[in-house]
């Protein structure tokens, strides 16, 4: 199963998380970009990126490996295979971001790799360049264990990265001027609401303004390390 993984991570380019078990260590887990089988040792073994070093792996010790990212090809028109969520990383004045968006079986994920981001009022803001996405299977709807149960109570996550939150939301008390915010900001399904959130260093989910919202049932949340860009200085 993981040299089965690893062989369509090879052939798309993606990123990948992996659970390594070194002799007499203890097992790390570990963020890769740029994965390829090694030149030098052969397809037993992977090298990839990680904090801008190159590292090398065998292939027999690596316990787990998920694809977090796929990389977008400009050529290709990319199809979703399963209803879902779809987190987008891409280039933003010159800046790495995200866009999530719900998206059913069989449509375009992406309208073309140079979209024009809308924004409040379908304002246009300048073209972005699409890098890479990550899927979630929907809430009400996954299987996989994807999804972590939360409320309010719960002591919230810390570790950085991406965070995706569903949750339900009292509209009959929410004002109008609000309706239009959530509307265009917020991507909602089968009346579960989502949104994403990027934590960084000395910050938890709930530094987040939906925790302190009293509209809000907090369902669970989906965690995902950020997208690394190639080879990146």
Same mark, same amino acid.
């Given at each position: ?24 260590e203890?097992? %790390?887990? +570990?963020?890769?970009t =740029?994965v $390829?089988?090694s ?5 037993? !073994? *992977? ?9 090398t ?60 981001? %809308?924004? +409040?009022?379908?304002? =246009?803001? $300048? ?7 990550? !899927? *979630? ?72 303004? +939906? ?23």
């Open positions: 199963m993981v040299k089965d993984i690893i062989e369509i991570a090879v052939s798309k380019g993606s990123s990948v998380t992996i659970t390594y078990s070194k002799d007499g203890e097992n %790390k887990i +570990i963020q890769l =740029d $390829s089988y030149k030098k040792y052969g397809r037993d !073994y *992977i090298t990839g990126f990680s904090d801008k070093k190159e590292l792996f065998k292939i027999d010790k690596i316990l787990n490996v998920e694809v977090e990212w796929i990389e977008i090809n400009n050529n290709s028109e990319i199809i979703s295979i399963n209803d879902g969520l779809y987190l987008i990383a891409f280039f933003y004045a010159w800046f790495l971001d995200y866009e999530l968006k719900t998206i059913k079986k069989g449509e375009r994920i992406l309208e073309d790799n140079q979209d024009i981001r %809308k924004g +409040i009022g379908n304002c =246009d803001y $300048s073209p972005h360049q699409s890098l890479a996405y990550h !899927y *979630i299977p929907l809430y009400d709807s996954d299987e996989s264990g994807k999804w972590i149960t939360i409320n309010k109570e719960t002591e919230p996550p810390t570790e950085k990265g991406l965070y995706v939150v569903a949750y339900k939301l009292d509209k009959s008390n929410i004002r109008d001027r609000e309706r239009k915010w959530i509307r265009n900001m917020w991507r909602c399904s089968n009346d579960i609401y989502y949104s994403f959130f990027v934590i960084k260093e000395n910050h938890s989910l709930n530094y987040s303004d +939906i925790f302190q919202n009293p509209h809000i049932e907090i369902l669970a949340y989906h965690f995902c390390h950020e997208y690394k860009l190639r080879n990146s200085e």
